[in-house]
């Protein structure tokens, strides 16, 4: 059997990117939402390319797709991504995984080649949660871990995943035939774009995904007392802005000190009632903790809500801290990240180890099965924007060691 040629594979994954990028709701930007026409359109043509490349179509209830290349056994190794988008997307997130997953299986596919085990191709429709509240529908559905209650979502039409199911020509009873055995879904593989800048960084094409990051939100909220900017002296002052901003440059110097370990961001904050003469009396913000190692996160936060008492202490200040989000890490599998960083280095990358800070379909598959990523770089780490790119080059190598993985792979 011949090697693969990278190079082709990349100009083909790139053309076949372009084609599914042009599929939106927008004639200028890219929107492609759950169980829309533009899903369906997108859905056909993966369904096309599937059939196309030896593998055998089918959907189940939510709309993934799935091409399957059967084996000599019964297990499956499940290889998929999403074909969703947010809202003014790019055209890499998601499809590059489902493309890949396609042209690796085309590789066996069409030399009917049979291995141990099945190949699934899956292509989600609901990764992004952009049309309804949720996110991860889809995977969750392929894992069996559909939450019924899911169904009475509405999206901003007040339309409801039920009734979205039924408009797509699908029935929500059939949602549990989704699930794949247990016995039969060995592992999942999934390619996608880093998002982030660190392969880039590194100069390198690929990377392994060690985990999907745990996130931690602490709602942090500092009561003081308002005063007018003239005449509360500095010494009497409990400006509670300025405890906000002592505690934001606090989260960023403790997450440096980590080493790379711990993130921390203070995206939001709150002031009501500014106004430019007055001290702020009540101030809130959200901080978002994220790492790979679950322990790492709660001594962090542990840690973080101590030195916040302290300072609230310092500055006379009420402060009260909840934690509003909670979601544990998704290791990825050693022995699966191990056969992927040698199909890397086969392709003659360095291999690097990375966690994924963004959520994937991967969390909601490690329910079902052990799962692995492999990271694409792409330019400047932009996601989530048009301006999102990953080279032809860099995605060959991924198609590359994806197969590389796939012919190597013990399940
Ligand atoms: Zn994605």
Known sequence: MTAPDAAALGQRADLMIRTLGSISA??????????????????????????????????????????????????????????????????????????????????????????????????????????????????????????????????????????????????????????????????????????????????????????????????????????????????????????AAETVLLAERMARDTQGEVVATVGVLRIPNAAGNVVPGNVALIVDIRSGSDEARHKFVGAFKAEIRALAERRHLGVTMTDTRNVPTTPCDPALQAGLADAVRATGGDAIKLVSGAGHDGMAMARLCPIAMLFVRCRGGISHNPAEYASPVDMGLAVAALIRFIETVKL
């Open 26 to 243: 927008e004639p200028n930007r890219l929107v492609r939402g759950f169980l829309t026409p533009e899903h369906r359109a997108a859905a056909d043509l993966i369904g096309q390319w599937m059939r196309a490349a030896k593998l055998q179509v089918s959907e189940d209830a939510l709309g993934t797709v799935r091409g399957h290349w059967p084996g000599t056994g019964p297990k499956r190794l499940l290889i998929g991504s999403h074909i969703d988008t947010v809202i003014e997307a790019g055209m890499f997130d998601g499809p590059l995984g489902v493309i890949a997953g396609i042209l690796a299986a085309e590789h066996f596919a069409k030399a009917g080649r049979k291995l141990g085990f099945g190949l699934d191709v899956l292509a989600f429709g609901d990764e992004e949660g952009s049309r309804f509240s949720k996110t991860l529908s889809s995977s969750l559905a392929v894992a069996g871990a559909f939450d019924a209650e899911r169904l009475d979502l509405a999206d901003a039409n007040g339309m409801t995943l039920r009734e979205a199911i039924a408009a797509y020509g699908k029935n929500a009873d059939d949602l549990p035939s989704a699930a794949y055995d247990r016995d039969v879904a060995a592992a999942y593989v999934e390619v996608h774009i880093e998002q982030g800048p660190v392969l880039e960084h590194r100069n390198q094409a690929l990377g392994v995904v060690t985990a999907i990051a745990g996130q931690t939100y602490v709602n942090v909220e500092f009561l003081g007392e308002a005063g007018h900017a003239g005449t509360v002296p500095m010494l009497l002052r409990r400006d509670a802005l300025a405890g």
